[in-house]
């Protein structure tokens, strides 16, 4: 699913935030990234996103070389992609439905879709009756559930997730946990950027560790440290 | 998948109204630009209609007086045919000054219900041999004040009055409208602008879900269209005025003789009309397109 061959990514001032990656992610395995701040993990996602692209090497999502990819043709990639926020991101003057909805007007489904998808997706994050309330009125674990939603109401192949649960509690961060399992589960790949070493080790996934830009575990099944 | 007609008119009057002063301070801006450039345009058509009837060389036109006798008429024409300074002279009867009124006048039929060809003045209409302006002067002069004449007119002055105003007044118009245009074009970009930055994590969202460069351009270039529209909407008013009633009273039979024929056609109206709807469409394309290029970026 996602196939990093030889990938460079130089920031101004020779600063590298990765350094000769190489690795393969298969479709539905669920991959941490750890690493102490500034070793390269939200760079490694905002180049599998295509927010960035890397001085060398190439990167394949779904077969295909996103480096190469045009600039108009960023957006169809986009939409096999869902992305989740630390900050979750909501538009403060939307309501939940509303912006989970956006994320599917926005490349086009028609109305019927919209109505039919958001409902569905609302009741498995668990937040059907806060359909109508506005972030501000939902706990920083709704939110971040409302924003889960958002992500996934498109059915992406791949789940970025940008230390999801770097703003919550522990309890609250195992609730997400939990869904971002339950959706790995459907087939799903994640990626997700973390420094809570309680939930990698309780998971036992996949685990990437990062150091100033270079992979220096690549561990199946692995723990934080 | 196209863009829905719903979410790009919904889009863009949310942006128009998050902005409201500025939005309107931008369709002031284009309305007052647009409508010196229309007037600028409007006022170059009547100064052509006014100075139409000098066309062909004619230097100086001898009104007589309708009740001119015709011993009057003859010593007049006995005058023009002898003197060595004129090449060519055209009488123009009653009737044809008639015609030449109607046309004139085609847009303000009730003005030409009211006149007669009897009450027209025929005139001499003359082309001297040489058209420096103190010989024509020298050669209106002869006949000024004789029996018959009621009024001698001398292209030169009568040109050169209305040309004068022309310039002074066109381009005052031009400068102007161009200075505000070129503000126009400001005040989009910087209302876009602003509603880029007013919307930026909507547009992150936008680009992290997938939406396309267009998808999340085209409400902000409606934006910009919806100003420049509305601006020329108000311009067209502005200028509907202007010709109805400044510019027609400037030709009422009544008004100054230097202005008679200061008219604008419908077909011209017509035309600074969509000259003045094409302005505002490339003010708004070319604001709007900065904007957008320039700050929302892939």
């Given at each position: 699913m996602i196939k990093l061959e030889?990938?460079?990514?130089?920031?101004?001032?020779?600063?590298?935030?990765?350094?000769?990656?190489?690795l393969d992610i298969v479709k539905g395995e669920f991959v941490f990234l750890v690493g102490a701040s500034g070793s390269g993990k939200s760079t490694f996602i905002r180049l599998l996103n295509r927010e960035e692209v890397p001085e060398h090497g190439k990167i394949f999502v779904a077969g295909k070389d996103i480096a190469q990819l045009g600039t108009w043709k960023v957006p169809y990639l986009r939409r096999n992609i869902g992305y989740i926020f630390q900050d979750f991101k909501l538009l403060p003057n939307k309501t939940v439905g509303?912006?989970?909805?956006?994320?599917?007007?926005?490349?086009?489904?028609?109305?019927?879709?919209?109505?039919?998808?958001v409902p569905a997706i609302l009741e498995l994050v668990g937040l059907t009756q806060k359909l109508e309330n506005f972030p501000h009125e939902l706990s920083g674990g709704e939110q971040q559930r409302v924003s889960i939603a958002r992500a996934f109401v498109n059915r992406p192949l791949i789940l970025l997730a940008d230390e999801p649960t770097g703003n919550l509690d522990p309890q609250t961060s195992v609730g997400i946990m939990r869904l971002l399992d339950r959706i790995n589960r459907t087939g799903t790949t994640v990626v997700m950027a973390t420094h809570d070493r309680g939930i990698v080790d309780t998971m036992r996934r996949r685990v990437i560790e990062l150091d100033r830009g270079v992979i220096v575990r690549d561990q199946a099944r692995g723990v934080y440290e | 998948m196209a863009i829905s007609p719903i979410?790009?008119?919904?889009?863009?009057?949310?942006?128009?109204?998050?902005?409201?002063l500025l939005t309107t301070a931008t369709i002031i801006t284009i309305g007052v630009s647009l409508l010196m450039f229309g007037s600028f345009f409007m006022f170059d058509y009547a100064v052509a209609n006014a100075t139409q009837r000098w066309e062909g060389g004619i230097e100086f036109v001898i009104w007589m007086n309708p009740e001119a006798s015709v011993e009057q008429d003859a010593a007049i024409q006995?005058?023009?045919?002898?003197?060595?300074?004129?090449?060519?002279?055209?009488?123009?009867?009653?009737?044809?000054?008639?015609?030449?009124?109607?046309?004139?006048?085609?847009?303000?039929?009730?003005?030409?219900?009211?006149?007669?060809?009897?009450?027209?003045?025929?005139?001499?209409?003359?082309?001297?041999?040489?058209?420096?302006?103190?010989?024509?002067e020298e050669l209106a002069n002869q006949f000024r004040g004789r029996p018959g004449v009621k009024e001698v007119v001398s292209a030169n002055e009568t040109i050169r009055a209305i040309q004068d105003l022309a310039?002074?007044?066109?381009?005052?118009?031009?400068?102007?409208?161009?200075?505000?245009?070129?503000?126009?074009?400001?005040?989009?970009?910087?209302?876009?602008?602003?509603?880029?930055?007013?919307?930026?994590r909507e547009i992150e969202i936008m680009k992290v879900v997938g939406a396309t460069n267009w998808f999340i351009r085209i409400p902000f270039m409606l934006e910009g269209l919806a100003q420049a529209v509305i601006g020329a909407l108000f311009a067209w008013g502005g200028l509907y005025a202007f010709r109805r009633f400044v510019i027609s009273e400037f030709s009422e039979p009544d008004g100054l003789e230097l202005l008679a024929g200061f008219e604008v056609s419908d077909n011209e109206f017509l035309s600074t009309s969509i000259l003045v709807l094409g302005i505002a469409i490339a003010v708004s394309v070319v604001g709007s397109l900065v904007a957008v290029t320039r700050y929302l970026d892939a």
């Open positions: 030889n990938v460079t990514k130089v920031y101004k001032g020779d600063n590298v935030a990765l350094r000769d990656a190489t509303e912006n989970v909805a956006f994320a599917l007007e926005v490349i086009g489904k028609p109305r019927h879709v919209v109505k039919k998808q | 979410y790009a008119l919904r889009e863009t009057g949310v942006n128009l109204w998050r902005n409201v006995e005058a023009l045919n002898s003197s060595p300074q004129i090449q060519d002279h055209n009488y123009v009867d009653q009737l044809e000054t008639f015609e030449e009124f109607k046309e004139l006048f085609a847009d303000t039929p009730e003005m030409i219900e009211v006149v007669t060809p009897e009450a027209m003045p025929p005139s001499y209409r003359v082309v001297p041999l040489d058209p420096d302006a103190d010989v024509v310039d002074r007044v066109g381009l005052f118009l031009f400068l102007g409208s161009f200075v505000l245009l070129a503000a126009a074009t400001l005040l989009i970009l910087t209302n876009i602008v602003s509603a880029i930055r007013n919307r930026g």
